[in-house]
């Protein structure tokens, strides 16, 4: 299932400037995580691809779209040689926007409180086992 589109002005300009995008494919060897994975939505165009589902109703708000738009680094360095001078950055962040709006949370808050429960449960075990060593007693 798939959000519906919004008429929201942010949405609409959202939508106009990845539309300038002539997917030309400039931004591919000066964006670094798109260097480091050589997949195409982790490219400013296919990022730019992405949002446009998204904004256009196409594509559903879920965490795999949410990990591919907070991948980007935010870096700029495509936006210096994008010959369309689309403001990429601008885009993504207003997927990110619609997505966080639809309750998907960013990919690295679901990875932070995975490490934190664990974190907190290592720490707890490791209470229950040197509290009666140490002779230290909670509660009473």
């Given amino acids: 299932m798939t959000d519906q589109p919004s008429t929201d002005p942010a949405t609409r300009a ?3 400037d990845a539309d300038a995008c002539v997917k030309c494919g400039a931004c591919l060897p000066v964006c670094p995580t798109y260097a480091r994975t050589l ?3 982790d490219s400013p165009r296919g990022r ?3 949002v446009q589902g998204l904004l256009a109703g196409r594509l559903p708000a879920d965490a795999v779209l949410a990990a591919h738009l907070d991948g980007c680094l935010q870096c700029r360095f495509c936006e210096a040689v994008c ?3 689309v403001a990429i950055v ?3 962040r207003g997927g990110q926007q619609r ?4 309750g998907v949370r960013p990919a690295w808050r679901s990875m932070l ?3 934190a429960a664990r974190w907190h449960w290592a720490v707890g075990r ?3 086992w040197v509290a009666p060593a140490s002779g230290v007693h909670r509660g009473a």
């Fill in 83 to 85: 010959p369309a001078q």
């Fill in 126 to 128: 490791l209470r229950a």
């Fill in 99 to 102: 997505l966080r709006a639809a």
């Fill in 90 to 92: 601008q885009v993504i």
């Fill in 48 to 50: 730019i691809g992405l």
């Fill in 113 to 115: 409180d995975r490490h």
């Fill in 39 to 41: 997949h195409e939505a």
């Fill in 14 to 16: 959202s939508l106009r």
